[in-house]
């Protein structure tokens, strides 16, 4: 079952407040939102999902705890359009989980796992129209590498997609896991699972998830009230690089004005950083989800 990595750490560092006004751009299984709720009797919790079996899931673990919440079903990247339909401008915190939450990946259907045989499909949104099957049967060689080495930062992506596109129809995953592991070489195969790069790559690209995060992030900025924060996890590099860019452009503060005595108050940031936080061994140990997490808080000051 899933289990949300960083949970007591989010719950501290959003200043739960028991009037609070809070968003979960990532609600998946309710692990977040409903530890959440119940912190915020008096308040209000928007939770943001476009994963129907998840909304599903959640609505009846939700339900259990209070009613003050409504399940937004959309892509975070509609956050501040979806906000401002219900008269929201202003919120006291935003929490981002950005992992693939357990459940997609065990169940194998859905065709996030490289270890489960399933239709080649990988869509967080199930109606949309691109899926993992399109991006590995009609992509380019060209696109195809582009993908895999960017997204996967996968050092055999050229051989990886000269396997693909002469393995094609690929149909399922357990089928692609074969074309890749015999496209790398013997040695790479045996330090980490050698389609895990892959996988990545093309989920991120069936999803658009760098492009809808930094988008949303930058709005979800915006949307800060004075001493509002926001708290985001990381699961891999790319991810992590963009909140840690975007947060380092709102938090700058000018050389020149650092040799100043005193800064002037309206040449300050409006923001600051709080804290970078990485899990404990302990939770390490025993939740293997939390291993690469990562998770990044600001705080808006003025």
């Keep these: 079952m899933h ?96 992992g693939v939450s357990s459940p997609q990946l065990d169940e194998g259907n859905r065709g996030f796992s490289f270890h489960q045989d399933a239709k080649l499909d990988m869509r967080m949104n199930q109606e949309q129209e691109l899926s993992a099957y399109e991006v590995v049967n009609t992509y380019s060689y060209d696109k195809l590498v582009d993908i895999l080495y960017r997204y996967g930062e996968e050092k055999y992506a050229s051989s990886i997609a000269k396997g693909i596109i002469n393995s094609r129809p690929i149909k399922t995953t357990l089928e692609l896991t074969e074309v890749i592991k015999n496209n790398v070489p013997i040695k790479y195969r045996r330090d980490k699972h050698p389609a895990r790069k892959t996988f990545q790559a093309i989920r991120i690209e069936v999803n658009d998830e760098l492009n809808v995060f930094e988008k949303s992030l930058r709005d979800a900025l915006e949307l800060l009230k004075v001493n509002g924060r926001i708290c985001v996890i990381t699961f891999h590099s790319l991810e992590d690089r963009i909140c840690k860019e975007i947060f380092k452009e709102v938090t700058h503060i000018d050389k020149e004005l650092n040799s100043l005595p005193i800064i002037p108050e309206e040449l300050l940031p409006n923001y600051r950083i709080v804290k970078v936080i990485e899990p404990k061994i302990d939770e390490i140990n025993s939740n293997n989800r939390a291993r690469s997490a990562k998770l990044r808080v600001i705080e808006r000051v003025k």
């Design 3 to 98: 289990k949300s990595v960083l949970l007591t750490e989010c719950l501290e560092f959003l200043n739960l407040k028991e009037d609070s006004i809070i968003v979960d751009c990532t609600l998946g299984y309710g692990g977040h939102s409903g530890e959440i709720l119940k912190r915020i009797p008096k308040g209000y919790l928007y939770s943001f999902d476009q994963d129907s079996d998840a909304i599903k899931y959640s609505m009846n673990h939700l339900q259990e705890i209070g009613s003050n919440y409504e399940i937004i079903k959309s892509n975070f990247v509609n956050l501040k359009e979806e906000l401002n339909k219900r008269n929201i401008d202003k919120v006291d915190g935003i929490l981002y989980d950005l």
